[in-house]
């Protein structure tokens, strides 16, 4: 049986990889897919919106106060404390190749998580952004 490439995507989300195909597949099927070109912004710092991607193919860089401070690809969550508090965006996300992404909002998010491990992956993948703030605010500049 032929492996859904998308859901093999969701996998590499932090808290995900060991979700059945069922539950990724219900997941998927909530979600809205997009295509966007390079230089597109998905976010901008400062504004508030409430949804939040999943990268499936592409790259974009994350932008605070104009400084790039990452870049993220396949697998990796864009937006996700929006999911959560609905507060503004932290960072501008722009994508600099053409990217394939997965949408969900936080009414669709909130529905989801009844029942469902998401939940624990984006807290994971919060996690792991704070650490790594954290650490680079203890470097020298």
Known sequence: MKKDPVIEVLRLVPGLHNSNDKSLGRLV??????????????????????????????????EIDGIEVNQVGPGEIIGEMALIDG?????????????????????????????????????EQLSHRLRAADERSRQPS
């Open 29 to 62: 099927r909530l979600m809205d897919r997009a295509k966007v070109g390079a230089g597109h912004i998905l976010t901008r710092q400062g504004a508030y919106e409430s949804q939040a991607y999943i990268v499936v193919a592409g790259k974009a860089t994350v």
């Open 87 to 123: 507060g503004p965006r932290t960072a501008t996300v722009r994508a600099t190749t053409e990217m394939e992404l997965l949408v969900i909002g936080r009414a669709t998010f909130s529905d989801f998580m009844h029942g469902e491990d998401v939940g624990s992956a984006i807290a």
